[in-house]
């Protein structure tokens, strides 16, 4: 991306999906804004060598055997009062199940977010946000119990593999993954069973 990210944040009761959908109508250009430990996040819109090392990653969890890859949808975390806790668009991900009648009416209820205990593996590609990825979004991600976070770090040129998230208290901003493999970009990147050995050279020139 060539813009640094748009971070406010909120210190209202609105319901952050009203707030994510409000901002949407009043922009010209078109957004998909998200929201993480009480900020709204409007991302710069993406570069082509981030898509396109987004779509080569998540294209081998397909060839691996993994019909529940994606990219695109977004998803919901709530507090245990069922308030929202944050709301996230991944770059690829890897589901626990197809989306059931259940699910569905969970994103209608939701107006388009599905919930995020679908996500078996989520993973992001850093652009100019890093701060976020390294931080807000493996700490929303570990919160929820989300086994495996793949980031793909293009500023520090490294790719990592975090397992085991732990929540040691109640509050979800101090969530973190223990366990965290990592290496350079252009090098393969282990992930846990089921999942295949992630080829990183798309990035080895970015």
């Given at each position: 991306m060539s813009a640094e990210p748009i971070m406010e944040k909120v210190m209202t009761e609105q319901d952050p999906i009203d707030l994510l959908i409000a901002i949407e109508e009043a922009s010209v250009a078109p957004i998909r804004p998200e929201y993480v430990e009480g900020t709204v996040i409007?991302?710069?819109?993406?570069?082509?060598?981030?898509?396109?090392?987004a779509f080569k990653l998540a294209?081998?969890?397909?060839?691996?055997?993994?019909?529940l890859a994606g990219m695109g949808?977004?998803?919901?975390?709530?507090?245990?009062?069922?308030?929202?806790?944050?709301?996230?668009i991944p770059d690829f991900y890897v589901l626990r199940r197809s989306p059931?009648?259940?699910?569905?009416?969970?994103?209608?209820?939701h107006r388009g977010w599905?919930?995020?205990?679908?996500?078996?593996?989520?993973?992001?590609?850093?652009?100019?946000d890093h701060a976020v990825g390294t931080g807000a979004r493996p700490a929303t991600y570990a919160a929820v119990g989300i086994p495996v976070?793949?980031?793909t770090d293009r500023h520090a040129r490294t790719a990592h593999c975090h397992t085991d998230p732990v929540l040691p208290g109640d509050d979800p901003t101090e969530?973190?993954?223990?366990?965290?493999?990592?290496?350079?970009?252009?090098?393969p990147l282990p992930l846990p069973a089921p999942y295949p050995t992630l080829d990183t050279a798309p990035f080895r020139g970015d």
């Open positions: 409007v991302p710069p819109r993406p570069n082509d060598q981030h898509n396109a090392g294209v081998q969890f397909f060839t691996a055997g993994l019909d949808n977004g998803h919901r975390s709530a507090y245990q009062d069922g308030s929202t806790m944050a709301l996230v059931t009648e259940l699910d569905e009416a969970y994103r209608k209820a599905y919930p995020i205990d679908m996500i078996a593996l989520v993973g992001e590609v850093t652009s100019t976070y793949v980031l969530a973190y993954y223990k366990t965290d493999e990592k290496v350079n970009l252009g090098d």
